[in-house]
């Protein structure tokens, strides 16, 4: 299986363009959101991070499937 370069970087692309929405709109809502980031257990953040992974497997397959 080869890599498609092109899609590779547009998906970059984009998840940076999404990151940098809140940073840019809105920074003090991004600070209280880091702190409560850091706040949280480990096992809490294994898990909002698995479904995130989940939830991002679920619509590549639905987009690319």
């Given at each position: 299986?080869?890599?498609a370069w092109p899609?590779?970087?547009a998906?970059?692309?984009?998840?940076?363009?999404l990151e940098?929405?809140?940073p840019f709109l809105s920074p003090?809502?991004?600070r209280r959101a880091y702190e409560?980031?850091?706040s949280m257990n480990?096992?809490?953040l294994r898990v909002a991070g698995a479904t995130s992974m989940?939830?991002?497997?679920?619509?590549?397959?639905l987009v690319r499937g």
């Amino acid at each position: 299986m080869s890599i498609a370069w092109p899609d590779f970087a547009a998906a970059l692309g984009l998840l940076l363009v999404l990151e940098g929405i809140l940073p840019f709109l809105s920074p003090p809502s991004l600070r209280r959101a880091y702190e409560r980031l850091a706040s949280m257990n480990d096992a809490a953040l294994r898990v909002a991070g698995a479904t995130s992974m989940i939830a991002g497997l679920a619509v590549l397959w639905l987009v690319r499937g």
